[in-house]
């Protein structure tokens, strides 16, 4: 399985974003498909994810901005960011579990910057 992610850049604090997460499985097939992000010197933490088991899941600080979201006929996942803060920037990575493993993107960074 390969992931691969699309859509960072430099954005203004307040704008939108939204990244893109390409699969070269189905991404209905996934256990479980999210969102993770990487602050300089922070450790990773969820932004979200789409389980089959529990649902949506937001981590706290995007909770209210951001909105995750699937496309199966374009087989592409989606991070809607809105509002976003400086404090947003980082590297966002996608995540799957398939058969009990975990895969990886390379990520794409987002800055958030005046």
């Known amino acids: 399985v390969q992931l691969v992610e699309s859509g960072g850049g430099l954005v203004q604090p307040g704008e939108s974003r939204r990244l893109s997460c390409g699969a070269s499985g189905s991404i209905k097939s996934f256990n479980l498909i999210g969102w993770y992000r990487q602050a300089p010197g922070k450790q990773r933490e969820l932004a979200a994810s789409l389980s089959r088991s529990v649902g949506i899941s937001y981590g706290d600080s995007v909770k209210g901005r951001f909105t995750i979201s699937r496309d199966d006929g374009k087989n592409l996942l989606y991070l809607q960011m809105n509002s976003l803060k400086p404090e947003d920037t980082g590297l966002y990575y996608c995540?799957?579990?398939?058969?009990?493993?975990?895969?990886w993107g390379p990520g794409t960074q987002v800055t958030v910057s005046s």
């Open positions: 995540n799957a579990v398939l058969l009990e493993v975990e895969y």
